[in-house]
């Protein structure tokens, strides 16, 4: 999977690096809410809609880096949910993250718009 190419193909055709507004422009619903702790935000589909939930006492910053992290698991791992994340193997699940990570990092520095 070339996430790079993910994230620039992306940005070109929506004009955009901001995470909120890709969200929103993909259809995918963001909302805040009092998640424990350690949660810091998950994606999910609820009656056909989707959502991307953000720990609401985050920094701002963070909230930005969760919802580009979120977008990422949309964009590349369609068909998964965090349940059947679970069910796979720490390496498996690690890979996941780790491309929902550099998904996020690509699309927040990318210097082009």
Request: with cysteine; aromatic share 10%; glycine share 4%.
């Amino acid at each position: 999977m070339d996430i790079d190419r993910h994230v620039n193909i992306l940005i070109r055709r929506y004009r955009t690096n901001c995470p909120f507004l890709l969200a929103a422009r993909l259809n995918l619903h963001v909302r805040f809410a009092a998640l424990p702790k350690r949660v810091r935000g998950f994606s999910c589909r609820i009656a056909g809609r989707r959502f991307i939930v953000i720990q609401d006492a985050l920094p701002f910053i963070w909230k930005r880096f969760v919802c580009a992290h979120e977008l990422g698991h949309v964009q590349l791992h369609r068909g998964l949910s965090y349940f059947q994340l679970q069910e796979l193997s720490p390496s498996h699940l690690c890979r996941y993250e780790r491309e929902a990570h550099r998904f996020a990092v690509l699309l927040l520095t990318a210097d082009r718009l």
